[in-house]
């Protein structure tokens, strides 16, 4: 594969991120490499949900809810080292392209972004579709996260923003949730593993120690909601209707 030009490249990934073009014959396509230049959601802050009005609040301080988080925190600690432990490492990831391999083992196949540039991009704007949803509640809602309020074990070394940022909801799990509901109505007859290891995701972060389970719960709401609202969107079917297209052929081709 020859490499392309800095302006080739440069051209591709605007392409990719803001028209969903695909990549021309004699050239593969090229993805987003961070935050900086990651695609835009599909929909607007007017057409999304605001989570901040339909999320319940967290639990209260000293309810019986907070003090089953507070259990639950502890006694994840003891995980550490362990292969669950490994899995929550892993999950941590949550950048696309890359975040969506954790689900090829449930679909049976090797994610690879190049042979389904559609699904990849799909799944990249529902990211910046989740940060228009959650973060008025994010910004609202001030809970400490476990690890904050109660110093312990980590799976990751805690970077500043994280330690600053609310625990309520979890964006992984609502992201997690959220790629689930897609990948299994795009392939039903792996809908039990994929739903399965979509859950697995969110609990990661519990077993990580920066969240609680009640902030799972939560993101998952989140998530549902995304789903719901991005059924409606005409891009987005659109795109869905493509990128199924290229995981079937993708399934099609496994040994």
Not at 137 to 164: D, S, Y
Request: glycine fraction near 8%; charge should be negative; charged fraction near 20%.
């Amino acid at each position: 594969m020859s490499l392309l030009s800095s302006a080739g490249r440069g051209l591709a990934v605007l392409c990719l991120a803001l028209s969903g073009c695909a990549a021309t014959p004699d050239t593969a396509p090229v993805f987003w490499t961070g935050f900086q230049d990651h695609p835009h959601g599909y929909l607007s802050a007017d057409a999304a949900p605001n989570a901040a009005r339909f999320l319940p609040p967290p639990p209260a301080a000293g309810s019986l809810r907070e003090q089953a988080d507070i259990e639950t925190y502890r006694a994840t600690r003891a995980l550490e080292g362990s292969a669950r432990w490994a899995m929550a490492q892993a999950d941590n990831e949550i950048e696309t392209p890359s975040a969506p391999r954790v689900f090829a083992p449930a679909l049976g196949v090797t994610f690879d972004p190049e042979r389904v540039p559609t699904l990849t991009r799909l799944l990249g704007r529902m990211l910046g579709d989740l940060e228009t949803i959650q973060t008025p509640v994010k910004k609202g809602v001030r809970r400490p996260r476990p690890f904050v309020a109660e110093p312990a074990a980590t799976c990751i070394a805690p970077q500043p923003w994280l330690t600053a940022s609310g625990s309520y909801p979890s964006g992984h799990a609502a992201l997690g949730w959220a790629w689930a509901l897609v990948l299994s109505e795009m392939a039903p007859d792996k809908a039990d593993e994929i739903l399965a290891r979509g859950l697995a995701y969110g609990d990661s972060r519990v077993i990580c120690g920066v969240h609680y389970p009640s902030d799972v719960e939560a993101g998952r709401i989140v998530g549902a909601a995304l789903v719901a609202s991005l059924k409606a969107d005409p891009d987005f079917q659109a795109d869905f209707i493509q990128a199924q297209r290229e995981l079937q052929t993708l399934r099609a081709a496994r040994p």
